[in-house]
């Protein structure tokens, strides 16, 4: 007990690469023997509860402190193990209510998990000396891992449940063992042994730019970046408009019929692409990224169908780039289209 009150924890772990704090907490609880409740109750004290939230996006100041003395780890270091470290890149300014643009919801209900806000890939966990959980599997367009080219897992394939390591060792003393942060914490299933499923993609351009998007997330990614805020927010806008449900709105039905695929049947409702299972927004990213390929063109092509109005493309979108707000712009006189026909 007294070695772990004193200022430096008998075990320091530090972040591992790309880890999320979430997992690194867990890790260190377990490292000292102790469950992550106990542990954060005796640390932080009963007044302070961190797993009613989203500790990955909301983690307050206080607590990137102490870890950070604690553990003797920089504080940038332990800064960038949250999902704020992506302000700027991802979404444009961080708050604390609401979603985020591209950062997969949760949806807490105190503190079970009723959205399928974290993913993994079982091949990357049965690799890991150590299995741990990335901070880019919270990223709504990760879809594929970059590394083993299969497709991520939002939920337990036994039993269907959220990913909740962090629940492991509430009823299983046992999960204090490092490799129980792999199993799923309502039936036991050890994540690392589901199934490697090869990804159905539509277009091959379109899965090269989609993989070199998820790519780009990657800690020890080289080479050149193209993706940046504005792309990415375009890529978000487009994605948002293939699910509206206007009736001067086709959008979806025209990269499906340019493609040659079909569709498939989506949650009905206002619902975000943050919210989406793995399968919707893997469908829905392939037809963006269809896209993203030929912005101008292809936008155009569809706009002179009749696919979707200029305005649309432009609605409730907040500060969008220059380079897409001059393509729209030339959408906006509707003699333009009809002029094609003639």
């Known amino acids: 007990m007294r070695g772990i009150t004193s200022p430096l924890w008998p075990i320091r772990y530090r972040p591992l690469p790309d ?3 979430s ?13 992550v409740q106990t542990f954060c109750n005796l640390i932080f004290g009963n007044q302070r ?3 009613n939230r989203d500790m990955d996006r909301l ?29 700027g890149l991802l979404y444009r300014k961080f708050k604390v209510s609401g979603g985020l643009q591209w950062i997969l919801a949760l949806k807490l209900y105190h503190r079970k998990r009723e ?5 993994c890939c079982p091949t990357c966990l049965a690799e890991d000396r150590i299995p741990y959980f990335r901070k880019r599997w919270r990223i ?13 897992l939002d939920r ?25 942060l792999a199993y799923c914490h309502e039936c036991g299933f050890d994540l690392r042994a589901a199934p490697a499923v090869e990804p159905l993609f539509y277009d091959r351009d379109a899965t090269v730019l989609l993989l070199n998007a998820c790519d780009v997330l990657d800690p020890g990614h080289v080479g050149d970046n193209k993706w940046d805020l504005g792309r990415y927010s375009v890529l978000h806008q487009l994605s948002m408009i293939l699910t509206s449900k206007y009736r001067h709105v086709s959008l979806r039905d025209f990269v499906l019929d340019q493609i040659g695929c079909s569709d498939i049947r989506l949650a009905t409702g206002r619902i975000s692409l943050e919210m989406r299972s793995i399968k919707e927004r893997h469908h829905l990213l392939q037809l963006a990224m269809w896209l993203m390929l030929s912005p101008g063109t292809r936008l155009e092509l569809a706009w002179r169908s009749g696919a979707v109005r200029y305005n649309v493309l432009l609605k409730d979108f907040s500060e969008p780039p220059d380079w897409y707000r001059s393509i729209v712009r030339r959408f906006s006189n509707w003699r333009d289209r009809l002029d094609s026909y003639h």
């Open 19 to 21: 880890e999320l704090l």
């Open 156 to 180: 337990c394939p036994q039993c269907a449940a959220a990913i909740a390591f962090h629940r492991i060792d509430i009823m299983n003393v046992d999960a204090l063992d490092a490799g129980r």
């Open 49 to 51: 509860q961190i797993w």
């Open 59 to 87: 983690a307050p100041t206080w607590l990137i402190d102490e870890l950070s003395q604690r553990t003797a780890t920089p504080a940038q270091i332990t800064w960038n193990t949250t999902l704020r470290s992506y302000e």
């Open 115 to 119: 959205g399928y806000g974290l993913q």
């Open 140 to 152: 709504a367009f990760y879809t594929v891992c970059t590394k083993h080219q299969t497709m991520m």
């Open 23 to 35: 997992s690194w907490l867990v890790r260190l609880a377990h490292g000292h023997g102790m469950k």
